[in-house]
């Protein structure tokens, strides 16, 4: 059993800077890929990053490759998000996940969720 809770979220200008987290319970997650999903008002969740559990391969979706950055801490149980000059379109609500998979990118092969935290980026 993983649980998982985010953190971090909140109202950004566009151009700043904001560090989503993600803290684990359990004794799995250094052995978990962990992704990162958004869903906007109106769309489907979609996949933003993702990390394998040694870091040793990372995903990013094309609307983010360059400005945000996924890495984790396995001594800590966190994963992390750093989003670096976020736009007005990555408004959404942010969820961190878990899974057994290797760097799947499919929110159906997630088997734990967070609760989700808002990002809301103003132009």
């Known amino acids: 059993q993983v649980q998982l809770v985010e953190s971090g979220g909140g109202l950004v200008q566009a151009g700043n800077s904001l560090r989503l987290s993600c803290a684990a319970s359990?004794?799995?997650?250094?052995?978990?890929?962990m992704g990162w999903f958004r869903q906007a008002p109106g769309k489907e969740r979609e996949i933003v990053a993702a990390?394998?559990?040694?870091?040793?391969?990372?995903y990013y979706a094309d609307s983010v490759k360059g400005r945000f950055t996924i890495s984790r801490d396995n001594a800590k149980n966190t994963v992390y998000l750093q989003m670096n000059s976020p736009k007005p379109e990555d408004t959404a609500v942010y969820y961190c996940?878990?899974?057994?998979?290797?760097?799947?990118?499919?929110?159906?092969?997630?088997?734990?969720w967070g609760q989700g935290t808002q990002v809301t980026v103003s132009s």
């Open positions: 996940a878990a899974t057994k998979e290797y760097l799947t990118l499919t929110a159906a092969t997630y088997d734990y």
């Open positions: 359990g004794r799995t997650f250094s052995s978990r890929t």
């Open positions: 990390i394998t559990w040694d870091a040793g391969n990372t």
